[in-house]
């Protein structure tokens, strides 16, 4: 148990299906991440929010749509996803030090939601 | 842009023998964090690297920051399959963005 939770774990979609993937943290931590892991790009940032505010936008195409309501819940909404879309997708949060700081704190990393789009 | 490479991408290695993997980065870091992946789970923290030149021990894993602290390394003495899993190397870079390596993965032969 990392203080991470993502769910589902698993989840079988079809290319015109809209489902959501959610993430929570009981951490503290004002940092949220959204990671894809797959054999081609092994770990891939997708998306940072900090302070609730969207950071960095990795050129994600637009139908992986990220909310953050609040500091501890990050979603990700996905439409009209395509086959190579099907990875692992990582959750992960941090306590951002303000820009200019050198030490970072660690990420603490969810489990995954395993995601195979048909 | 700004690119962390790592090598190798796989290492096989013999349980008793040595382990290393190295991350290159093309612009000067603020720091630099490891971690490991076991098969199935997710990435955990090992450890962080702040200053030029630093090197810290965690029992057999041996960690490095070059002087430039533009390059890392993480050598393992004496594997143990309990060392089995995906090595990552994360950078912070000046604009402070994390930059990932790709990994490399260790497999001890049966």
């Known amino acids: 148990e990392t203080g991470v939770t993502q769910t589902p774990r698993h989840l079988v979609m079809g290319m015109t299906n809209k489902k959501s993937l959610k993430c929570e943290q009981h951490l503290g931590h004002n940092a949220m991440y959204w990671y894809k892991q797959s054999a081609k790009k092994p770990l891939e940032l997708m998306f940072v929010?900090?302070?609730?505010?969207?950071?960095e936008n990795n050129s994600v195409p637009s139908r992986f749509s990220p909310e953050c309501p609040n500091s501890s819940h990050l979603f990700l909404h996905l439409h009209t996803l395509q086959p190579e879309d099907s990875a692992l997708y990582l959750c992960a949060s941090s306590q951002y030090p303000g820009q200019g700081a050198l030490i970072d704190t660690e990420a603490f990393f969810g489990q995954g939601t395993r995601l195979t789009v048909v | 842009g700004q690119q962390v490479m790592q090598i190798p991408q796989y290492q096989h290695v013999q349980e008793g023998e040595d382990f290393t993997t190295y991350c290159n980065s093309s612009t000067t870091l603020s720091n630099i964090q490891w971690y490991k992946q076991r098969p199935g789970g997710h990435p955990v923290f090992l450890i962080q690297l702040v200053k030029s030149g630093e090197v810290k021990k965690q029992k057999r894993l041996t960690f490095q920051f070059g002087e430039a602290k533009k390059n890392s390394s993480l050598h393992i003495t004496a594997t143990q399959t309990t060392d089995v899993g995906t090595y990552f190397c994360?950078?912070?870079?000046?604009?402070?963005?994390?930059?990932w390596g790709a990994g490399t993965k260790l497999i001890i032969k049966p």
């Open positions: 994360a950078g912070r870079a000046s604009n402070y963005q994390l930059i």
């Open positions: 929010y900090n302070f609730k505010e969207q950071t």
